[in-house]
């Protein structure tokens, strides 16, 4: 990594840059990459799915969330990058700090926001200094075998499973656009364009996403830059297919015109290149945001349906693994997905599967690789958080469990995630609450003993798209949109204690109405449980939870062993009858 560092410092002085930053990023502000867009890992080994390289002439900087803050310790030891927290210490106050007047930071302006440019020179301009586009990106010139752009087949979603024609979709957005008085709105978030058409794809790994941009206008056409050969048949009346290289002329087009833009997620480039055309950028959210979040029935009928396949394959999962010996976190992840494999269509992964024993259970998004790989021992904690992407619907599900007797502080950290989680998934509010308002329900218990775990709790999940979606999530900060009937969210407590064990536990929930009791003044909504696996009783201290906390898990238990035992082999439906007994 320091060999390509000093390349890449050459790079710079060529551009006559004083800096440059590398996000984890692609033109579609992604979670997953496409291999050729993972110039962050290329960089700086670091394979999170989130952070940012500061680089200058004599200093480098990694900054990463607390998900990954013990991943990048390992990934970037010995290595000339400072780690920094990305929330705690953000990047842009520790560059000001760090240039003077009349110098020039480079960045690639496919990889940032409007919205990140715009903070990026707020902070540059108290500095004196400038943030310089750049027609292109210096890695790419050093990145001698970098992977070619993804070409997979496109795939039509009938509306068998979406619930909606592409074009009666079209309809619905394209009403919001004629509100707002504007002419078009630029589509950059592939599963926005996904949903949108009803299309999926292979173009990143775990989500079936096509990657393309796409002009939805006012009058409900829409044209989508993809390469037409992808296709295996026409598109809708109204949708035209065009290749990549025709989107900058297709926003040149657009001179004259208004042109709502997502600040928080479209290429800075975008917005350079209306604003260089004469169009008007207007500021406002992705209008496929809200519509895709609130799933309809079919949607939310195909979701329940593969959180029944998925559950049958965790308690095949958790049978097999009960009281084994000798395997290891590869194994443990291997074997889910074996049994996930054997589900009726299942198409893979909806994320990396977190296979964490011990101490690297504490790492919030651990992944096991050859050289990590540890044998699951006795009186350890092992924290798995895997998920499925299925024809109909996506999953993800964290359970942790214990090889041979717990501790009495396992015990004791178990069941306080138990009860915050137990709390939110109980959770009565009314119409117009968001996410951030109830946060604090699942952190309770822990906060109350001094204690509390570093992530959001709660995160929006696709339809057969994207295992993380917005704007609905649940979290200290940044709580995300006014929560809706339809929505899917996770919930997700947990507890790290460093080079000893993580707990994690993980439903995914639909948003629904609920009866308004008499009296009432706004209509009242809650959660219901998507996720069917057992919580590892022993780990649980029944003596630490309230009566109406045992009802909750036992009712719970109840559902999964009658909605999942019919499903199951003699052997495996003895042990869910045993894992769902009544506590306490």
Same mark, same amino acid.
């Given at each position: 990594?320091?060999?390509?560092?000093?390349?890449?410092?050459?790079?710079m002085?060529?551009?006559?840059?004083?800096?440059?930053?590398?996000?984890?990023?692609?033109?579609?502000?992604?979670?997953?990459?496409?291999?050729?867009?993972?110039r962050?890992?290329?960089?700086?080994?670091?394979?999170?799915?989130?952070?940012?390289?500061?680089?200058?002439?004599?200093?480098?900087?990694?900054?990463?969330?607390?998900?990954?803050?013990?991943?990048?310790?390992?990934?970037?030891?010995g290595s000339?990058?400072?780690?920094?927290?990305?929330?705690?210490?953000?990047?842009?106050?520790?560059?000001?700090?760090?240039?003077?007047?009349?110098?020039?930071?480079?960045?690639?302006?496919?990889?940032?926001?409007?919205?990140?440019?715009?903070?990026?020179?707020?902070?540059?301009?108290?500095?004196?200094?400038?943030?310089?586009?750049?027609?292109?990106?210096?890695?790419?010139?050093?990145?001698?075998?970098?992977?070619?752009?993804?070409?997979?087949?496109v795939?039509?979603?009938?509306?068998?499973?979406?619930?909606?024609?592409?074009?009666?979709?079209?309809?619905?957005?394209?009403?919001?656009?004629r509100?707002?008085?504007?002419q078009?709105?630029?589509?950059?978030?592939?599963?926005?364009?996904?949903?949108?058409?009803?299309?999926?794809?292979?173009?990143?790994?775990?989500?079936?996403?096509?990657?393309?941009?796409?002009?939805?206008?006012?009058?409900?056409?829409?044209?989508?830059?993809?390469?037409?050969?992808?296709?295996?048949?026409?598109?809708?009346?109204?949708v035209?297919?065009?290749?990549?290289?025709?989107?900058?002329?297709?926003?040149?087009?657009?001179?004259?015109?208004?042109?709502?833009?997502?600040?928080?997620?479209?290429?800075e480039? /975008? =917005?350079?290149?209306?604003?260089?055309? &004469?169009? @008007?950028? %207007?500021?406002?959210? *992705?209008?496929?945001?809200?519509?895709? #979040?609130?799933?309809?029935?079919?949607?939310?009928?195909?979701?329940?349906?593969?959180h029944?396949?998925?559950?049958?394959?965790? /308690? =095949?999962?958790?049978?097999?693994?009960? &009281?084994? @010996?000798? %395997?290891?976190?590869? *194994?443990?992840?291997?074997?889910?997905? #074996?049994?996930?494999?054997?589900?009726?269509?299942?198409?893979?992964?909806?994320?990396?599967?977190?296979?964490?024993?011990?101490?690297?259970?504490?790492?919030?998004?651990y992944?096991?690789?050859?050289?990590?790989?540890?044998?699951?021992?006795?009186?350890?904690?092992?924290?798995?958080?895997?998920?499925?992407?299925y024809?109909?619907?996506?999953?993800?599900?964290?359970?942790?469990?214990?090889?041979?007797?717990?501790?009495?502080?396992?015990?004791?950290?178990?069941?306080?995630?138990?009860?915050?989680?137990?709390?939110?998934?109980?959770?009565?509010?009314?119409?117009?609450?968001?996410?951030?308002?109830?946060d604090?329900?699942?952190?309770?218990?822990?906060?109350?003993?001094?204690?509390d775990?570093d992530?959001?709790?709660?995160?929006?999940?696709?339809?057969?798209?994207?295992?993380?979606?917005?704007?609905?999530?649940?979290?200290?900060?940044?709580?995300?949109?006014?929560?809706?009937?339809?929505?899917?969210?996770?919930?997700?407590?947990g507890?790290?204690?460093?080079?000893?064990?993580?707990?994690?536990?993980?439903?995914?929930?639909?948003?629904?109405?609920l009866?308004?009791?008499?009296?009432?003044?706004?209509?009242?909504?809650?959660?219901?449980?998507?996720?069917?696996?057992?919580?590892?009783?022993?780990?649980?201290?029944?003596?630490?939870?309230?009566?109406?906390?045992?009802?909750?898990l036992?009712?719970?238990?109840?559902?999964?062993?009658?909605?999942?035992?019919?499903?199951?082999?003699?052997?495996?439906?003895?042990?869910?009858?045993?894992?769902?007994?009544?506590?306490g």
């Amino acid at each position: 990594m320091t060999d390509r560092l000093a390349l890449l410092r050459e790079e710079m002085k060529a551009l006559e840059l004083d800096g440059l930053l590398i996000p984890h990023a692609d033109a579609h502000q992604g979670e997953y990459l496409p291999p050729g867009a993972e110039r962050l890992a290329w960089l700086t080994g670091f394979t999170g799915s989130a952070g940012m390289a500061a680089i200058l002439r004599d200093e480098a900087a990694l900054f990463v969330d607390g998900r990954y803050t013990l991943q990048a310790q390992e990934q970037v030891k010995g290595s000339p990058f400072a780690l920094h927290h990305l929330m705690d210490d953000p990047f842009e106050p520790w560059l000001a700090s760090r240039v003077g007047r009349g110098e020039r930071i480079g960045f690639d302006p496919w990889l940032h926001t409007p919205d990140g440019v715009r903070r990026l020179r707020d902070a540059l301009d108290k500095a004196g200094a400038e943030a310089v586009p750049l027609a292109n990106n210096p890695i790419d010139r050093l990145w001698d075998d970098r992977p070619a752009p993804p070409q997979s087949p496109v795939r039509f979603l009938p509306e068998t499973i979406s619930g909606k024609s592409s074009a009666d979709k079209r309809r619905t957005v394209a009403v919001t656009l004629r509100e707002d008085h504007v002419q078009a709105v630029v589509l950059s978030a592939p599963d926005s364009v996904c949903w949108l058409l009803n299309i999926r794809g292979d173009d990143v790994p775990y989500t079936p996403f096509v990657l393309a941009f796409a002009l939805l206008y006012a009058d409900e056409r829409v044209e989508v830059f993809l390469d037409p050969s992808r296709l295996p048949d026409p598109l809708d009346t109204g949708v035209r297919a065009l290749p990549p290289a025709a989107f900058g002329p297709a926003l040149d087009a657009l001179a004259g015109r208004r042109v709502r833009l997502d600040y928080a997620s479209a290429p800075e480039w /975008v =917005r350079a290149r209306l604003a260089a055309a &004469g169009a @008007e950028p %207007v500021r406002g959210d *992705d209008p496929c945001l809200l519509p895709k #979040a609130c799933k309809n029935p079919v949607e939310l009928a195909g979701m329940r349906a593969a959180h029944v396949r998925d559950g049958v394959a965790l /308690v =095949r999962f958790l049978s097999w693994l009960d &009281g084994r @010996e000798g %395997v290891s976190e590869l *194994d443990v992840a291997a074997k889910l997905e #074996a049994f996930r494999a054997e589900s009726e269509g299942f198409l893979g992964l909806s994320f990396p599967t977190i296979a964490g024993s011990g101490p690297h259970g504490a790492i919030v998004h651990y992944k096991a690789t050859a050289k990590s790989n540890r044998v699951l021992r006795s009186g350890e904690v092992l924290l798995i958080d895997s998920g499925g992407q299925y024809q109909e619907g996506t999953t993800d599900v964290t359970r942790t469990v214990v090889l041979g007797p717990p501790t009495v502080e396992m015990r004791t950290r178990f069941t306080q995630v138990l009860k915050g989680h137990i709390a939110l998934s109980r959770a009565v509010f009314p119409q117009g609450t968001a996410g951030q308002q109830l946060d604090a329900l699942a952190r309770g218990a822990l906060w109350a003993d001094g204690v509390d775990y570093d992530h959001g709790t709660g995160h929006g999940v696709g339809h057969a798209l994207s295992v993380h979606e917005g704007p609905q999530r649940i979290a200290k900060r940044n709580g995300g949109a006014e929560l809706k009937p339809g929505m899917i969210l996770s919930i997700e407590p947990g507890y790290y204690k460093p080079d000893a064990f993580g707990i994690r536990l993980e439903n995914l929930v639909e948003v629904i109405s609920l009866p308004t009791p008499e009296g009432a003044e706004r209509p009242l909504l809650g959660f219901s449980p998507l996720t069917l696996a057992p919580f590892a009783r022993a780990l649980i201290d029944p003596a630490r939870l309230k009566g109406e906390e045992m009802a909750w898990l036992n009712a719970y238990h109840a559902g999964v062993f009658a909605t999942l035992s019919p499903l199951l082999g003699e052997d495996e439906r003895t042990w869910l009858d045993m894992a769902c007994a009544r506590v306490g």
